[in-house]
T-cell receptor, first 111, second 111 residues
Framework: NAGVTQTPKFQVLKTGQSMTLQCAQD?????MSWYRQDPGMGLRLIHY???????DQGEVPNGYNVSRSTTEDFPLRLLSAAPSQTSVYFCASSSSGGALFFGSGTQLSVL | GEDVEQSLFLSVREGDSSVINCTYT??????LYWYKQEPGAGLQLLTYIFSNMDMKQDQRLTVLLNKKDKHLSLRIADTQTGDSAIYFCAGRSGGYQKVTFGTGTKLQVIP
C-alpha cells in the first residue's frame, strides 16, 4: 500500500518556468490538499479538493493551479515560477472525518 | 480562521519527559492532532484527540486537552534520541478540509 506518492522529490526551476508537481493516493480518499512549508511558518494550505471535479482555494493560492479529474490524482501547477515559491510542498489526503496522510514532499528551488 | 500557536524549540535530556504545548483559537475545533516530522520526510500522524475528551494515552504519549483555555499538550515519557523531530499541532473545524497547523516545535534530545 503506497499511500500518498509525490513526484519529483527535488526540483530546481528558473524564474518564469512552469512545472507540475504530481500527487497520487491509493486509499480512495475523497479529500486531497496541497501545503507549502516554510521555516517558522508551519504549513500553509494552497488548494484543496473534496472530490473529483471539485477544487477550492486555501490560504495562499496565488501563482498555483490545481485540477482533480480522478479521485486518485491531484496535480499542482506552477504557472510562472517565482523565487517566493521556493519551498517544500506536501500533498495530503484524508477520508471524510479522518486524519490527513502526507506524502514525503517535494523540495522546490526557484532561482 | 483558526490560529494555532506553538513554541519553536524544546531541548530535553534523554530519559526525561518532554512536554510540547499548543494553543488554538477556534473553540469549535472537533479534532486536534499531533504530527511528527523527521528531517527530509513528510508529516506522520502520532495521535489525535476528539474535542469531547480531556486526555488520551498511547504508550509513551499522553495528550491533554483543556477546552476552557484552548490548550493542548503532548507529553512524551522517557524521551529517546529517536524522538528528535519537529512536532506539529493541528486543529480541524468547519468541515474535514479545514485543518490548520501550528508552526511546529523542534524537539532536541540530548544524549
Amino acid at each position: 500500500n503506497a499511500g500518498v506518492t509525490q513526484t519529483p522529490k527535488f526540483q530546481v526551476l528558473k524564474t518564469g518556468q512552469s512545472m507540475t508537481l504530481q500527487c497520487a493516493q491509493d486509499m480512495n480518499h475523497e479529500y486531497m490538499s496541497w501545503y507549502r512549508q516554510d521555516p517558522g511558518m508551519g504549513l500553509r494550505l494552497i488548494h484543496y479538493s473534496v472530490g473529483a471535479g471539485i477544487t477550492d482555494q486555501g490560504e495562499v493560492p496565488n501563482g498555483y493551479n490545481v485540477s482533480r479529474s480522478t479521485t486518485e490524482d491531484f496535480p499542482l501547477r506552477l504557472l510562472s515560477a517565482a523565487p517566493s515559491q521556493t519551498s517544500v510542498y506536501f500533498c495530503a489526503s484524508s477520508s471524510s472525518g479522518g486524519a490527513l496522510f502526507f506524502g514525503s514532499g517535494t523540495q522546490l528551488s526557484v532561482l | 480562521g483558526e490560529d494555532v500557536e506553538q513554541s519553536l524549540f524544546l531541548s530535553v535530556r534523554e530519559g526525561d519527559s518532554s512536554v510540547i504545548n499548543c494553543t488554538y483559537t477556534d473553540s469549535s475545533s472537533t479534532y486536534l492532532y499531533w504530527y511528527k516530522q523527521e528531517p527530509g520526510a513528510g508529516l506522520q500522524l502520532l495521535t489525535y484527540i476528539f474535542s469531547n475528551m480531556d486526555m488520551k494515552q498511547d504508550q509513551r504519549l499522553t495528550v491533554l486537552l483543556n477546552k476552557k483555555d484552548k490548550h493542548l499538550s503532548l507529553r512524551i515519557a522517557d524521551t529517546q534520541t529517536g524522538d528528535s523531530a519537529i512536532y506539529f499541532c493541528a486543529g480541524r473545524s468547519g468541515g474535514y478540509q479545514k485543518v490548520t497547523f501550528g508552526t511546529g516545535t523542534k524537539l532536541q534530545v540530548i544524549p
